[in-house]
């Protein structure tokens, strides 16, 4: 089994001149699943972003190593050569890229044998119930909502990363395709030794993927750690406990210093 670990040390980040990353200290090795939790606005796919080097994300501080590399000095496709992967909450659109091109085109980067991607590409998608008619289309090109988180599980199955981080993987899949992508994922933490950094709002995706950790972020740091039940425990409480979230304040308030941000429909005398 592969031994990986990613480390996030006191990592602050902000994008658009504000700091939403406050702090964040997180660790995913080989074979865990770690959930991150939290409101609207709260920096989850911020996160996501700094970890993978959008461009537009401020790094302020702290550290992101993976197997004691910095990732934060690497380019986006080093990240992941190294073998992060990101499934984005809105996946983009390639047009004129199809799945197959773009998949041997990243095993050929990473030296890997392209030969029989036609078929690695067609085993993951009968392990997810994923017809073939969408994978002769461009990436991502007018695929549905969950379409596309499932064209997302069937390449973390097929590319096989060390650490895979998971941005609102479940939004818009229907139940079954919920099931069948949620087991892939498992799967791979066992097959592979995937580590999962995932973040959801629902604690139906760990029905069949098994969260080892929860996290609750908020105002910009974890302010809290636990088991599954943690999960559980937010459906029903919230996160009033946790305060809100300044940016979305502020944002609410019509008066914050980001600018386009601010809600037009505000009460200017809130
Ligand atoms: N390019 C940008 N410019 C300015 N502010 C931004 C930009 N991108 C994100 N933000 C702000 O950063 C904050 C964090 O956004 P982020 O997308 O990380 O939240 P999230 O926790 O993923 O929320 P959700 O649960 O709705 O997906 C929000 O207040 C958002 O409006
Ligand atoms: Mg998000």
Redesign the pocket.
């Known amino acids: 089994m592969p031994d990986h670990v990613l480390e996030i040390r006191g990592l602050r980040a902000g994008?658009?001149g504000?700091e939403?990353l406050k702090g964040i200290d997180l660790t995913v090795a080989s074979g865990e699943v770690h959930v991150i939790m939290?409101p609207?606005?709260?920096?989850?796919?911020?996160l996501s972003h700094v970890i993978m080097g959008r461009p537009?994300y401020e790094v302020l501080g702290g550290s992101v190593t993976l197997d004691g590399a910095d990732v934060l000095a690497m380019a986006p496709y080093e990240r992941a050569h190294a073998g992060l992967f990101l499934a984005m909450?809105y996946p983009t659109e390639v047009p004129g890229v199809p799945l197959v091109d773009m998949l041997e085109a990243a095993f050929a980067a990473a030296d890997r044998d392209v030969a029989g991607m036609r078929e690695r590409i067609s085993v993951e998608a009968g392990r997810i119930g994923f017809d073939d008619r969408f994978l002769s289309r461009p990436l991502n090109v007018d695929l549905s909502g969950g379409e596309k988180k499932r064209n997302e599980t069937l390449q973390l199955g097929v590319l096989q990363p060390a650490i895979a981080i998971l941005d609102?993987i479940d939004s818009g899949l229907d139940v079954d395709a919920l099931r069948a992508c949620a087991r892939r994922i498992e799967a791979a933490t066992e097959e592979t030794g995937l580590g999962v950094l995932a973040i959801t709002?629902y604690n139906r995706l760990l029905h069949e993927l098994r969260a080892d950790h929860v996290h609750v972020l908020a105002r910009g740091a974890i302010q809290r750690s636990g088991g599954p039940d943690l999960a559980l425990e937010l459906e029903t409480t919230g996160y009033a406990a946790f305060g809100v979230d300044e940016?979305?304040r502020a944002?609410a308030a019509g008066r914050a210093d980001?600018g386009p941000?601010a809600d037009p429909f505000a009460d200017p005398l809130a």
């Open positions: 994008v658009g504000k939403i939290g609207n606005g709260s920096g989850k796919s911020t537009g909450q609102e709002h940016p979305a944002d980001g941000l």
